[in-house]
């Protein structure tokens, strides 16, 4: 038996081992939790009795399930059950302890969802989004039978926050057109009048975003948490909905400075306090703000990444962390690891190196992993997807798959990244992807410059948005990769457009400043397709033919132009949606992957 585990490659372990997120507790009753792990091999919901020490498997679907939420007392699990991937359908619920599901708001129609709100005294709100229709907010009052319209626009929104008494909902909207900056309405639950509206995007010139972070979990408090941009980057203030004063919390670090990056925050039980996240060159760090004391203190979190944390009654706060070279664990200010799946330990990495290069529109960072040996070596360089995301100094089982195999590993923070202020964020507008190129580029010149890179052996690899900017990266720029990996891409952007859902067309919309017949000439110069005839790299594509964001259509249109050219190309479908929930069909398309990679540049 252990003869055969340690025939296992490293990499193939590491998606195997067990993982498990973060997990949600119910307000009412805190040892009531449920998270999301892997240990059956595919990603499913667990509800964890934390007094009895006891955890049960909550959903068990061919392709997994990962979007739950616990009633406030404890009592109910909601899950919201789709079909193979596509991300249309309706909340079901389970009993805490077990038993069968039923639907949860019979006569909300299936649809996608656009977010959830449990209330302590039965009232929900339900959230949907259709092509046809938009955003369509249902409350169900509690004891009614069946739910009511308190919100709907043709433009995307969703819910944001119940307050504690239930009788005011936050919407977090875009019904100025923008959908890169949300604005902020409440509305009383009674008749679904407006009470409060925090926008700063209609009429400006330069938008602002804000966001609901929650309203306070305290009796007859009726101040909201928020975020926004009003100097340039993400920061946490309280908005008093009733009164409409503005508090803004100018935080600041152990030598009097303004923190760079993004700041979030959530409340603290009892509502005195409010924990900060500090998000800044692909690291994160957390801190407790005393809102009476003005006191911001630091909580002690290793380097690396917390991917979340969640501050629980007895006043310590609980945080799934990891670093590029250690596998991540749930872990406590207490100084405990409170939650670890079962089974063996992935195995370890190596630790991420920081780069610093020039570009066109400023310094872009970049994450660094070199194999053992001497350079200069094949190279991957693994885009991130989003756009608005980042990369960051965290465990990841595939660019650790590829350093196994004797590949570098280049992560750029390209413009539109999050972490590096609003106008990085925001800079990849009009010329959508080619400004991506550009910063990748200028990367891509230092690693071969550096000699980290061998120009020979160059792989343009990543997935969603990452996949987008690999096949217009090949088109784009085909001297300088010698062959590329896509993962359900965008391919043919005007397909893509007609068929994708609803929110990802607004905001297609926001980037390209208009729809295709308002842009046209924006629109193609950012479509792969209309770069395919400049492919010389082979080219290898995975897609689900479920998936409702870069839909199977488009990516089918650019692999029959590749074949009609003569291309090099392979392309792999599988029967989920934007990505697979199922370990072993992950563990595949990487294995084919790694295979077209090594065939191409051996040949």
């Known amino acids: 038996m252990n003869e055969e585990k340690s025939a296992v490659p490293a990499w193939e372990q590491r998606f195997r081992a067990a993982r498990v997120s973060l997990p949600d507790w119910a307000e009412e009753a805190p040892d009531r939790a449920l998270y999301v792990s892997n240990s059956?091999?595919?990603y499913e919901l667990y509800a964890w009795d934390r007094a009895a020490g006891t955890h049960r498997q909550v959903t068990d679907r061919p392709n997994g399930t990962t979007e739950g939420e616990l009633s406030p007392d404890g009592e109910w699990i909601w899950w919201f059950d789709d079909t193979d991937g596509d991300e249309v359908g309706v909340w079901r619920r389970q009993p805490f302890?077990?038993?069968p599901d039923s639907e949860a708001v019979p006569g909300v129609p299936a649809a996608y969802s656009a977010g959830l709100a449990l209330g302590r005294d039965g009232t929900v709100v339900a959230g949907t989004s259709t092509d046809d229709?938009?955003?369509?907010?249902?409350l169900r009052r509690p004891g009614a039978a069946e739910p009511e319209v308190v919100y709907h626009h043709e433009e995307y929104g969703g819910v944001g926050d119940l307050s504690h008494d239930c009788a005011l909902l936050a919407i977090d909207h875009t019904e100025h057109g923008d959908a890169m900056h949300s604005?902020?309405?409440?509305?009383?639950t009674s008749d679904g009048a407006t009470v409060a509206e925090l926008d700063e995007v209609t009429g400006r010139r330069n938008p602002l975003g804000v966001a609901c972070l929650g309203f306070a979990p305290a009796a007859g408090d009726t101040r909201l948490l928020v975020a926004h941009q009003r100097r340039g980057r993400w920061e946490p203030m309280l908005w008093d909905v009733a009164t409409g004063v503005e508090t803004e919390l100018l935080l600041r670090d152990d030598q009097g400075r303004e923190f760079p990056g993004d700041l979030s925050a959530q409340w603290r039980p009892g509502a005195r306090s409010v924990l900060i996240e500090h998000e800044y060159e692909a690291r994160s760090e957390l801190f407790s703000y005393d809102l009476e004391k003005g006191e911001l203190s630091r909580l002690e979190t290793p380097r690396g990444t917390v991917v979340s944390a969640t501050a629980r009654p007895d006043g310590t706060v609980e945080f799934l962390w990891s670093s590029a070279a250690e596998p991540s664990a749930v872990r406590s200010t207490s100084g405990a690891v409170v939650l670890r799946a079962p089974g063996p330990v992935p195995p370890g990495s190596v630790p991420v190196e920081d780069v610093w290069v020039e570009g066109p529109g400023g310094r872009v960072h970049a994450l660094v992993q070199r194999p053992d040996g001497e350079g200069p070596f094949p190279t991957v360089f693994e885009i991130h997807g989003g756009p608005t995301y980042h990369d960051s100094d965290s465990f990841a089982a595939g660019p650790a798959a590829w350093l196994d195999h004797g590949f570098a590993v280049v992560r750029v923070n390209y413009r539109g990244s999050t972490g590096y202020g609003q106008a990085w964020t925001d800079a990849l507008r009009l010329r959508v992807g080619l400004i991506e190129l550009e910063d990748i580029g200028a990367v891509r010149q230092w690693a071969v410059d550096s000699g980290l890179a061998d120009p020979a052996r160059l792989v343009l690899s990543g997935g969603s948005w990452g996949g987008y900017l690999t096949l217009l990266g090949l088109g784009v720029q085909p001297g300088d990769w010698t062959l590329g990996l896509a993962a359900v891409p965008v391919a043919d952007y005007l397909a893509a457009y007609a068929d994708e859902m609803e929110a990802l067309k607004s905001l297609?919309?926001?980037?390209?400043?208009?729809?295709?017949?308002e842009a046209p000439e924006r629109w193609r110069a950012s479509s792969p397709l209309t770069?395919?005839?400049?492919?010389?790299?082979?080219?290898?594509i995975s897609a689900g033919v479920n998936d409702p964001r870069c839909p199977i259509r488009q990516i089918d249109n650019y692999v029959e132009r590749l074949a009609e050219l003569g291309k090099v190309h392979e392309v792999y479908r599988y029967d989920a949606g934007h990505g697979s929930l199922v370990v072993e069909e992950r563990i595949k398309q990487l294995r084919l992957e790694i295979d077209f990679a090594l065939r191409q540049l051996a040949g």
């Open 40 to 42: 059956t091999g595919t």
């Open 133 to 138: 229709e938009g955003t369509t907010l249902y």
């Open 183 to 188: 604005a902020i309405r409440v509305v009383r």
């Open 508 to 517: 297609d919309r926001t980037l390209f400043g208009g729809s295709p017949e």
């Open 531 to 540: 770069y395919v005839e400049q492919v010389r790299a082979p080219v290898y």
């Open 97 to 99: 302890a077990g038993g």
